[in-house]
């Protein structure tokens, strides 16, 4: 079963969003130790270094798909910022936000994508950050719109909501950050 939720109408603003975010997280991995990037991250099924090359993976499928240029080594290869570069750039080809394009788990529009790459920057960034000591940094309101947006989507999703982890509870007075870290399965206490 697919799920298709209703999302509403994302403006450059939020590519503006998620190009900020991106910034940040670029500064998170600027900022990983010779000695953090074998440490474990609160995603269970990732090291440091497996996570971000992760995060470069997810940027490139989706620039992949908006683009309908495949994959190439060299892309795979690229690192964090130079993937966030050409993610930022296929996002605003005009039209590239009505176009219907491939993630792991299905068919969704690039409005959705955007929603989904800005939703996994912050968590991942979130990730790294606890796995490396660094303060994430993330505009505490964008992490709201995408709780706001992640939290009804997720409850639609059939019970193994995979790629997403079950969510774990997180406390009432949580920042906006943990709650979503929670949401998707971290455990943001202990």
Known sequence: MRV?????RVTTATVDQLTATAERVDRLIAGIKPDQW?????CPEWDVQALVSHLVLGNAMVTSALTAEP???RTLRA?????VETLTAALRRP??????VEVPFGRVSGVLAVHLRLTELLVHGWDLAR??????????DVVEQ????TAPMLTGMPGDRRP???????????????RLAALLGRRTTG
């Open 4 to 8: 298709t939720p209703k999302v509403s």
């Open 38 to 42: 074998s440490e474990p991250t609160p």
């Open 71 to 73: 994959m190439t080594f």
């Open 79 to 83: 690192g964090f910022d130079e993937s």
């Open 95 to 100: 039209g590239a936000l009505d176009r219907t």
């Open 131 to 140: 796995a490396t000591g660094q303060p994430t940094g993330f505009a505490d």
């Open 146 to 149: 995408e709780l706001a947006h």
């Open 164 to 178: 997403f982890a079950a969510p774990v509870t997180a406390e009432p007075a949580a920042p906006p950050l943990d």
